[in-house]
């Protein structure tokens, strides 16, 4: 079954201590993409990667970082979280061109 | 960056109505998709158009897309409660590949 999987789903944690979100696609695509959303707000984004060791900025990407070792994998790295990165992250893939995006069930990430 | 517009940003129906929200942008495209999202879960993908068409129809959804006036619109006939939800759009154009969306629109269909 083609689908995106984020780790974890929940995640409670205290500001400071570095956190890793994993994202996994099984459909081979080039594109894969961060972002969160927070009330009123949308979906604004963090990193995108068109490829392999290819990553680039989205519109948040402060407190951010991220890489793209694997074409499956795509990890949001938070080295020190803080409050303001409360909020709820999706990570989502697709491959280039025209196709739709596949999206994984989110990750609600509170930082106390 | 290019996004869409959503608009209305909410909207409450009865059911068994029609729903209509419309989606703007700014630069030239070369598809335009739809995508709905339940509360606190992944966006999905309804339907895509592309530019050089003016409608499609999936089900109880139809899409229309302006480009001359650079807008879409997405009709969801004989709603349903189960269809509330936010509903946001995605443009694809040019060199640009980023993959955003805007704020969508939060549809409540009352039963």
């Known amino acids: 079954e083609a689908q995106v999987t984020q780790n974890p789903r929940y995640l409670i944690t205290v500001t400071g201590k570095k956190l890793t979100v994993t994202c996994s696609q099984n459909m081979n695509h080039e594109y894969m993409s961060w972002y969160r959303q927070d009330p009123g707000l949308g979906l604004r984004q963090i990193y995108y990667s068109m490829n392999v060791e290819v990553t680039d900025k989205g519109d948040v990407p402060e407190g951010y970082k991220v890489s793209r070792k694997e074409k499956r994998n795509f990890p949001l790295i938070l080295e020190s979280p803080s409050p303001n990165q409360t909020s709820l992250y999706f990570c989502a893939s697709s491959s280039q061109g025209l196709a739709e995006a596949f999206f994984g069930q989110g990750t609600r990430l509170t930082v106390v | ?111």
């Not at chain 2, 158009?49 to 006036?69: A, P």
């Not at chain 2, 759009?89 to 629109?105: I, P």
Request: one cysteine or more; aromatic letters at 6%.
């Open chain 2, 1 to 111: 960056s290019q996004q869409g517009e959503e608009d209305p940003q909410a909207l409450s129906i009865q059911e068994g109505e029609n729903a209509t929200m419309n989606c703007s942008y700014k630069t030239s495209i070369n598809n335009l998709q739809w995508y709905r999202q339940n509360s606190g879960r992944g966006l999905v993908h309804l339907i895509l158009i592309r530019s050089n068409e003016r409608e499609k129809h999936s089900g109880r959804l139809r899409v229309t897309l302006d480009t001359s006036k650079k807008s879409s619109s997405l009709l969801i006939t004989a709603s349903r409660a189960a269809d509330t939800a936010s509903y946001f759009c995605e443009l694809r154009g040019g060199s640009n590949y980023k993959l955003t969306f805007g704020k969508g629109t939060l549809l409540t269909v009352n039963p």
